[in-house]
């Protein structure tokens, strides 16, 4: 045996077991449940030191790891499906982390705004993050621009959701804005600015993942806004709430039939005002349907 | 001098270092696509990316070449044969030094040009929300390499008194860490609750080592350059005549060590 045989016979031997296992191997992990977790991210405080020049990659890593974490479980999002409810704590730990690493970072007041507010219902931690950013982006208006949003739809503080507005108008020139702030004195169309919003950030999205998100949403308040506008057809017919989407239906004010897109139903509350059992979240509809299974009816 | 500095030049280049930047060079090709999965800020990205990429490479090439050129010679008794010649310990050193140092300098130029392509190209897709400051990412780059070059010269004064590598690359690598913290360690002592909670023995002797230790976080224009936030012209002045200062002192330090150190 010459002195190449050895290792030529090694060589093979271990392409082939390397061929052999690839495959099993790449399934594995593609399956592996531990992809799915966020991880474990040390304080900040370790982190700031030990990212020592760095701290603007790391922030941008944590944001990406994130972002692709949200993004393989809007992948999966199916109304047919039981959703994984993810793991939103998590996310805001990590944003929280990132920010304070680079507090110049879009991605992370971006990416806090749409799952802190409307999936987790956490205005004031928003909106302190987007005071926090301000502090930096000086010339954003974006940051005041959701704020005034989080503050006039959600929290329902016209004052204050005009005074963002404003700002977001000073900085960006743009007199949608400013009229924006003129609308918010007063609690008028909710739906109408919310689909107003979406569309805003909708377009502007290219992160698929995100956008998709930002679709279903809009898809949803859409359905809203038709069922309102049915709603004050049948007022304006003289006729008195309570009233129900059925109705509506029957009626012929709302054809064709509305549907969630997150798989919940849409119901007419006593004081009129159009919501769902999905609240906007997959995994809330999931809970809805479970908990009211095999109980037929209108909610009232 | 300029003999010693040429040798080590085609030192480093025989070395075939060169080579393996430009092979690490192909990352800044996948810095576009990379940096396109950010939601708001794309060429942000490219910027935080390329620049990381260059600092790493600096800090490796920093600390490789700083703590291995003297002990090499040493180790290879190259230095008996050198100092033989009509030239001094010092010049040997600080010879030595230009020639790294004159590489990292050549090293942040080539990546850098690079890098400001990949810039460019990400900015032309995806257009930034406010105009690029391509000084601001000039100056971050420049003071980047000024930056590893004090890494050099404290791997050098280690490796004028080391006999083996593992006293310059781990004291060079602990010296940068600690050289990037110094400066939010010492804005700690100064807080009301820093004064409370530690002692005065403790504050003091943490100040002595914030002005030993070189501040390194005053090279760090990375914010600057990613966020188009403006230079302070001074401040950099200032930054410049510290990195002139520490390194003179650095290498008078050890151009002394080395030329009371017995070589056999």
């Not at chain 1, 790391?58 to 949200?70: Q, R, T």
């Not at chain 1, 309570?242 to 012929?252: D, E, K, N, Q, R």
């Not at chain 2, 040798?7 to 396109?36: E, H, N, W, Y």
Request: aromatic letters at 12%.
């Amino acid at each position: 045996m010459s002195a190449l045989q050895r290792p030529l016979l090694l060589l093979i031997a271990g392409v082939i077991s390397y061929g052999a296992l690839l495959g099993p191997f790449t399934t594995y992990m593609k399956h592996k449940p531990v992809e799915e977790k966020l991880g474990y991210v040390p304080s900040v405080n370790l982190l700031r030191y030990v990212s020592a020049d760095q701290k603007e990659f790391v922030g941008a890593a944590l944001l990406m790891k994130i972002m692709m974490y949200f993004g393989g479980l809007m992948d999966r999002q199916d109304p047919n499906v039981i959703a994984e409810r993810p793991d939103y704590l998590g996310m805001s730990n990590m944003i929280h982390t990132a920010l304070k690493l680079d507090p110049y970072n879009m991605d992370g007041y971006y990416f806090a705004q749409s799952f802190l507010t409307w999936d987790v219902k956490q205005y004031a931690i928003a909106n302190k993050l987007l005071e926090y950013g301000m502090k930096y982006r000086t010339w954003d208006w974006y940051l005041p621009f959701f704020a005034g949003f989080n503050h006039a739809f959600f929290l329902k503080e016209y004052k204050k959701a005009a005074e963002y507005y404003q700002r977001a108008g000073e900085l960006s020139g743009e007199p949608l804005y400013f009229s924006l702030a003129g609308r918010y004195m007063q609690e008028s169309g909710q739906t109408d600015l919310a689909i107003v919003y979406l569309s805003m950030l909708e377009k502007g999205e290219k992160n698929q993942a995100v956008k998709k998100n930002y679709q279903i949403r809009l898809a949803a308040f859409k359905e809203v806004r038709r069922i309102e506008l049915a709603r004050d057809h049948y007022l304006k017919a003289g006729r008195a709430l309570p009233v129900t989407v059925a109705a509506l239906i029957h009626s012929g004010l709302l054809s064709p039939p509305p549907a969630d897109p997150y798989g919940g139903q849409f119901y007419i509350e006593a004081d009129g005002k159009v919501v769902t059992t999905s609240r906007f979240s997959f995994a809330e509809a999931k809970n809805d349907s479970r908990n009211k299974a095999g109980e037929p009816g209108e909610r009232h | 001098m300029a003999s010693i500095i040429s040798i080590t030049l085609k030192g480093i280049f025989r070395d075939r270092i060169f080579q393996g930047i430009m092979a690490l060079a192909v990352l800044f090709l996948f810095i576009p696509s990379a940096a396109s999965l950010s939601m708001r800020q794309v060429t942000e990205l490219s910027i935080t990316l390329s620049l990381s990429l260059i600092s790493f490479i600096q800090l490796l090439l920093a600390v490789f070449l700083g703590a291995t050129a003297i002990w090499k010679d040493i180790e290879r008794r190259y230095t008996s044969s050198v100092l033989s010649l009509p030239l001094s310990r010092t010049t040997y050193l600080v010879g030595r030094f230009c020639g790294i140092a004159l590489f990292l300098l050549f090293t942040a130029l080539f990546l850098g040009s690079v890098s400001l392509l990949v810039i460019k190209a990400s900015s032309t897709m995806y257009p930034p929300s406010r105009p690029l400051h391509w000084s601001a990412i000039t100056a971050a780059i420049f003071f980047d390499a000024l930056k590893y070059i004090i890494v050099v010269a404290v791997a050098m004064l280690m490796a004028t008194v080391s006999t083996s590598f593992f006293l310059p690359i781990f004291g060079a690598v602990s010296t940068f860490l600690a050289g990037t913290i110094t400066q939010q360690v010492y804005d700690y002592l100064q807080t009301p609750s820093a004064q409370k909670a530690i002692s005065e023995v403790v504050r003091n002797a943490a100040q002595i080592v914030y002005y030993l230790l070189p501040n390194l976080s005053g090279f760090d224009l990375k914010v600057h350059a990613i966020y188009s936030i403006p230079l302070n012209t001074s401040g950099l002045l200032l930054t410049a005549l510290y990195f002139v200062a520490y390194t003179a002192i650095m290498l008078a330090i050890a151009a002394i060590l080395f030329e009371r150190r017995e070589l056999k």
